[in-house]
């Protein structure tokens, strides 16, 4: 199964984020976990003791648990997301806090941790309106996901951005369908 982690915050009518998101899919079944609707809540330190509870009494069934259960078990992720200061929307770091579970999606080893998940990829796709460049600096957010792929077990990693998108000079539809391109050739 594809899951496809929507925060293309603005909705797929206005989205840029999200047509190219579409591009990726198309003619793929997939399941959506939609953030834009239903971003889960930031933990707390409470949400934290209660999750680490019921890890330890394994009741990894609990609803408190089930979006770690169903990202740990996704064969492929996608995630959607626009650039947002200087890297993504704070739904999608809430949401990435209540995947990130001991013993569902990583586990602690002596010498760090190891990935659980069973996805063998996962896709980054975002847009900007300015540039961000090519480097680290400038994008957390590719970045921020490269370093969760390693630490979720994922093996392979792929990041797709279309720049440029307000520029008064900019042929904005251009920009996109050749990002579209790229996206259904990879």
């Known amino acids: 199964m594809l899951l496809f982690i929507n925060a293309c915050m603005r909705g797929a009518e206005i989205s840029r984020t999200f047509k190219l ?4 899919l198309q003619n793929r079944q997939f399941e959506e976990i939609d ?5 889960p809540a930031f933990l707390t330190g409470e949400d934290i003791i209660t999750r680490d509870e019921l890890i330890d009494n394994n009741k990894l069934h609990s609803p408190t648990l089930s979006h770690a259960v169903q990202f740990s078990a996704a064969e492929e992720i996608l995630i959607g997301a626009p650039y947002w200061d200087l890297s993504f929307p704070a739904a999608l770091k809430a949401y990435i806090e209540n995947v990130a579970v001991r013993n569902i999606t990583f586990k602690t080893t002596p010498t760090g941790t190891a990935g659980l ?5 996962l896709t980054y796709i975002t847009t900007v309106g300015g540039y961000i460049g090519n480097t680290a ?4 957010g590719t970045e921020y996901f490269r370093s969760l792929c390693k630490f ?6 792929q990041a797709f951005c279309a720049e440029g998108l307000d520029i008064a000079t900019n042929d904005t539809e251009a920009i996109m369908e050749q990002k579209i391109q790229e996206i259904r050739t990879n």
Do not use: S, W
């Open 35 to 39: 953030l834009t609707k239903n971003a």
């Open 137 to 140: 600096q400038a994008d957390h």
């Open 152 to 157: 979720f077990g994922i093996a392979e990693f």
């Open 21 to 24: 998101c579409h591009a990726f």
């Open 117 to 121: 998940c069973r996805a063998k990829k």
